[in-house]
């Protein structure tokens, strides 16, 4: 199993920057990749920033320009900074790791960090 830890999130007023971490430990094999998806009340999850092993990130259409996300290969963190943030960012935030273990795919989330942006 993998265990996947997130911190940072919390309440800040719009136009403010937050910075999330995540740090990855257990039985971890050939990453895919790491990245960051947030859900809002009522809505689906959906992805907000991704960053393969090789280093190549991809963003969602509403964070571009505002939000960098970055990664240690070394230690297994990924981290978003997260600027210029709106109401509409408002979401738990999950860490995701997919790895390839024995063929297979696998996808591990963290408990989900809040994110609430509001004056």
């Known amino acids: 199993q993998v265990q996947l830890v997130e911190s940072g999130g919390g309440l800040v007023q719009p136009g403010g920057s937050l910075r999330l971490s995540c740090a990855a430990s257990?039985?971890?094999?050939?990453?895919?990749?790491m990245g960051w998806y947030r859900q809002a009340p009522g809505k689906q999850r959906e992805v907000v920033a991704v960053?393969?092993?090789?280093?190549?990130?991809n963003y969602a259409d509403s964070v571009k320009g505002r939000f960098t996300i970055s990664r240690d290969n070394a230690k297994n963190t990924v981290d978003l900074q997260m600027n210029n943030l709106k109401p509409e960012d408002t979401a738990v935030y999950y860490c995701?790791?997919?790895?390839?273990?024995?063929?297979?795919?696998?996808?591990?989330w963290g408990q989900g960090t809040q994110v609430t942006v509001s004056s």
């Open positions: 960053i393969t092993s090789g280093g190549t990130t």
């Open positions: 995701n790791l997919r790895q390839l273990r024995l063929w297979v795919q696998e996808d591990y």
């Open positions: 257990g039985k971890i094999f050939n990453i895919i990749s």
